[in-house]
């Protein structure tokens, strides 16, 4: 008995050392490396973290392995890569939501991945076909119209609150838990509009059971290039989704280069160009600073309205 | 009745219980914005649970005095509270120390929390249901558990 | 007609291709699997599986993660049959009398009749997918918040009839349930409730945490009070098929829970969680001898489970026909789905009829192919019931934590299982039994949200509630529930006073 334990701890032991040898080396990367995506697996971060990390891996030959850690609209996964060592092997497949102004100065920003845009969605039977019109009907109708949102402080909730800011009208706020539910009772009418992302609402459109009034990029998108931005209306109006890698704040310049390097490649590969245009979204390559000016931006343009919302409660 | 026979009342302790949980309802239900029925605010919910709570531990603390039942039986104490050390001792090694050192920890404990324990066999089940576990769950599922530290 | 039969024969020559019948294999084979794992549900399977489906054909991808998900659902009842772990929301009712039945030697009559009440709910639920599936999908857009809610309630009144002990006492354990279903942050405001500044809290608490706690960790420790407890069973195993009288009693409550399983699945709005409870209650409600529910009465295995099949297999009308998730499960699939570039809608059925009809066919063949799997199991999983209870419980207490941990990959999800071991082990020491908890757990948070959601659309008026004829119907079956359930007890409770 004695003897086999002994061998036991004597493999134990060797195994402890051949890691810690991996670790005085510097090439990078050296061993498996952890994305972690802060929300349930399948929604568009999975998805994407899925095809950036296999990228990654036929690059590199080292497994990205994908570990979803859910919580608190993404928060509680973006201070785990936060905590996390310094070196590059964990890294987070963020999106709007997930980096907050308390944890933002401990992640360091990588490579921007992809901003796409939502869609302002009504049901068919409401009587405009503009955004224009739509506006004038709001304000013949004050409170009267209910918006589907998938949850409080979401972005389909935030574009909705910047909408009724810019354009001075008043909707009742209806939350969700997701999108999908959200879907639902938009399309049977029993709520009237929902700002939403394009891979869910465009189905319903080809059905006849709902329209589309505007994309909420600043201009027109790419991939929907028929469909006019709300901003044409509402001047000012801006509200896409982001999604972006980062890893702990303090990872060597290097090795963030070269992580951004890698990401900016895979996201311009043809096949996953073609997966992310039917998610509704294109690449959007970039350098570690441009993501970090985007996300510095972004955070106080939601924090900023946020705080209008909860002023007005 | 006596209090000592009151005590070994059920009713007696889990109306306590109930009503104990009804003031955390009611409690919250304070704590939070209450609203009315028409515009219920995030304590609402919780204050009517709460009132439920309070008033059905009410009837089964009176029942419990009133007309005694069924007595709470001899608690297990020692398997509970090596079967609990045991869970939280994977918790903490886990992450820290990888599985094979948590699912030691948590086998061995709960293994002393039985009536007989047999060291030897503890050791046989222990090595049997690891290499299973890391071969089911880490291997074959994939599942991201860290094996060692 | 005809087109139904032309339609099927475009399914079943998607559905019986020999690669896609392989892989239809293996996804119901690792279904039923971690079906049998406790915690490690289809959620957390398939994910792990998306990406694998980039290389596969959209028909063999969606073939097999959907025999991943009800091959998990016949899988689950294995473990509650004998154990008492309960995996999944639908085997906390398979717990009641599948485990009664293991330990009286009866386990495999139990896991026979899941596993035939499963295949045959499962063949008729596909049946009805391909006949009805549009019909359905836009009845099922009829459910407002206020039928929801309607309907919630009438569940919750139902989970009354879970427990055999005292009524009061099975009120309050749903009161219970409710309460803790409000931990987390209010969907309509966003607020915290009863989180104590624990992020991990903010979610609310994981069903499968709970319940592994409530139901398997307390009943070790109960298992571990006796002394000469040497293994689960009190009596000698018996047969291992159903007998003729098992039939019998077994076959009406097969085609009730069917029938019921079948309408609620379709609900998108979390028709499918109430399923199996709602099965059990009604064949305790109609039992000539309601008190042998709960001690081991096959029909509180063979209804519950083919209701949880059906209302598995239904809650694909609504991605199928709309796009819509009913589910979490459903909504992984709407990814796997995009991943092939297949936008999931309205138009499937027609722009995609192999894919659409396709997936349906192969179901009938991942039931069929269920049952040939798991009936010759049963003879090894019984063996389980004689390994000395010294070595099984450290190996069911591992599995738990595998399982809990692997829900979110957090370690404090452990200490909360830990904390509701100790609660579950107070229940059943006080007189509390659990099974009216988790479903006051479960259907708390529906109950609130679409209560407050109906509010929200009618500007505050109350009345929405028995105005709209399918809520207030609903309603109304629930006060004349409420009215059976507590009128017995209360006049039984007077004679007692008389006699005195």
């Not at chain 3, 039992?287 to 042998?292: I, W």
């Not at chain 3, 979110?408 to 370690?411: F, G, L, M, P, V």
């Given at each position: 008995m004695l003897k086999r334990t002994a061998v036991v701890f004597g493999a134990l032991l060797m195994l402890t050392a051949s890691n810690a040898v991996a670790w005085s080396q510097t090439k990078y990367p050296e061993h498996p490396i952890k994305m972690i995506v802060p929300f349930p697996p399948g929604g568009g971060a999975d998805v994407l973290a899925r095809m950036v990390g296999q990228k990654l891996n036929e690059r590199w030959g080292q497994p990205v392995v994908v570990e979803n850690k859910p919580g608190n609209a993404g928060i509680i996964g973006a201070n785990e890569v936060g905590r996390s060592k310094p070196d590059g092997y964990t890294l987070l497949m963020a999106a709007s939501g997930a980096v907050v102004a308390n944890n933002i100065d401990r992640l360091a920003p990588v490579a921007l991945v992809t901003t796409p845009p939502y869609m302002l969605a009504v049901h068919e039977s409401l009587p405009v076909k503009t955004v224009a019109e739509f506006v004038e009907y709001l304000k013949k109708n004050p409170k009267a119209v209910n918006f589907a949102s998938s949850g409080v402080g979401s972005a389909s909730h935030l574009a909705a609150e910047l909408f009724m800011g810019l354009s001075k009208t008043q909707m009742t706020h209806v939350p969700y838990k997701g999108i999908g539910q959200g879907v639902n009772d938009l399309i049977s009418n029993k709520v009237s509009v929902m700002f939403g992302p394009p891979q869910a609402l465009l189905p319903q459109v080809a059905a006849g059971r709902i329209k589309i009034l505007g994309v909420t990029s600043k201009e027109r998108y790419p991939l929907f290039a028929e469909i006019p931005p709300v901003a044409e209306s509402v001047p000012g109006f801006e509200a896409v989704g982001w999604y972006g890698i980062l890893a702990t704040a303090g990872t060597p310049d290097d090795i963030v280069k070269q992580l951004s390097d890698a990401t900016n490649a895979a996201i311009q590969d043809p096949t996953v160009k073609e997966r992310m245009n039917a998610l509704g979204a294109t690449p959007r390559p970039g350098t570690p600073a441009d993501f970090r000016a985007f996300l510095k931006q972004d955070t106080a343009k939601w924090a900023e309205l946020l705080s209008k919302v909860e002023a007005t409660k | 009745m006596s209090i000592a026979r009151l005590f070994r009342q059920q009713d007696f302790w889990a109306g306590l219980m109930f009503m104990a949980f009804g003031a955390i309802g009611i409690g919250g239900g304070l704590m939070y914005r209450v609203g009315t029925t028409q515009e219920m605010g995030p304590g609402y919910f919780p204050r009517a649970i709460g009132v439920a709570l309070v008033l059905l531990g009410a009837i089964i603390f009176m029942r419990g005095i009133l007309a005694p039942g069924k007595e709470v039986s001899r608690w297990a104490i020692r398997p509970l509270i090596l079967l609990i050390v045991g869970i939280l001792a994977f918790a903490y090694t886990l992450e820290w120390l990888g599985f094979v050192v948590a699912a030691t920890a948590l086998i061995f404990l709960s293994g002393v929390g039985g009536k007989e324990f047999d060291f030897k066999e503890v050791v046989l089940l222990c090595a049997a249901a690891v290499t299973s576990a890391v071969l089911i769950f880490v291997k074959a599922l994939s599942l991201p558990i860290p094996v060692w530290p | 007609m005809s087109a139904l039969f032309d339609a099927i024969a475009t399914g079943a020559h998607t559905a019986l291709s020999p690669t896609n019948l392989i892989y239809c294999f293996g996804g119901v084979t690792l279904g039923t699997l971690i079906g049998i794992l406790p915690g490690l549900g289809p959620i957390a399977t398939i994910s792990m599986l998306l990406p694998v489906t980039f290389y596969l054909p959209p028909e063999t991808a969606l073939i097999t993660l959907a025999g991943i998900y009800y091959g998990a659902q016949y899988g689950g009842s294995t473990t509650a049959v004998l154990v008492n772990m309960p995996g999944e929301s639908s085997s906390v009712v398979t717990c009641l009398d599948g485990y009664a039945m293991a330990r009286q030697g009866k386990a495999g009559p139990a896991l026979s009749i899941a596993a035939i009440a499963s295949f045959f709910a499962g063949c008729v639920a596909t049946l009805v997918i391909a006949s009805f599936a549009p019909v359905l999908a836009n009845f099922a857009l009829e459910f407002g918040p206020a039928e929801y809610f309607a309907l919630m309630l009438l569940g919750l009144v139902a989970a009354v009839v879970l427990a055999s002990g005292s009524l009061v006492n099975a009120f309050a354990m749903i009161f219970l349930g409710l309460l803790f279903g409000t931990v987390g942050t209010d969907l309509n405001t966003g607020v915290e409730r009863f989180t104590f500044g624990i992020p991990k809290l903010v979610d609310g608490v994981d069903f499968v945490t709970m319940s592994m706690g409530i139901f398997a960790i307390s009943e070790i420790v109960v298992n571990l009070e006796s002394v000469q407890e040497r293994t689960i069973l009190k009596e000698k195993i018996g047969r291992l098929l159903p007998s003729a009288e098992d039939f019998k009693r077994s076959i009406w409550p097969i085609v009730r829970g069917t029938g019921l399983g079948s309408m609620l699945g379709i609900l998108p709005g979390g028709g499918a969680v109430l399923s199996s409870f709602a099965s059990y209650a009604v064949e305790k409600r109609i039992?000539?001898?309601?008190?042998?529910f709960g001690k081991g009465a096959i029909e509180g295995v063979a209804g519950p489970e083919a209701a949880n099949n059906a209302g598995a297999q239904t809650s694909f009308i609504p991605l199928l026909t709309l796009g819509i998730p009913s589910n979490p499960v459903m909504a992984l699939m709407i990814g796997a789905m995009m991943i092939q570039g297949i936008t999931p809608g309205p138009q499937i059925m027609t722009a995609k009829p192999d894919l659409f009809w396709g997936v349906i066919v192969s179901m009938w063949a991942g039931n069929l192919m269920l049952v040939i799997l798991n009936l010759p199991m049963i003879g090894i999983w019984i063996q389980l019931l004689k390994v000395p209870y010294r070595l099984l419980y450290p190996t069911i207490l591992l599995l738990c934590v595998i399982g809990v941990y692997s829900v979110?990959?957090?370690?404090f999800d452990l200490v909360i299982l830990s904390v509701f071991g100790v609660m579950g082990y107070v229940f059943v020491k006080i007189g509390c039994e659990p099974a009216p908890l988790l479903l006051g757990f479960i259907l708390g948070p529906l109950l609130e949200e679409y209560f407050r959601r109906a509010l929200i659309m009618s500007h505050g008026d109350l009345s929405v509630f028995v105005r709209n004829p399918i809520s207030g119907t609903i309603i109304a079956m629930a006060a004349v529930l409420l009215l059976i359930v507590v009128l017995p007890s209360i006049r039984k409770k007077r004679e007692e006073a008389f006699q005195e």
């Open positions: - | - | 039992a000539k001898e309601p008190g042998r979110n990959n957090a370690t």
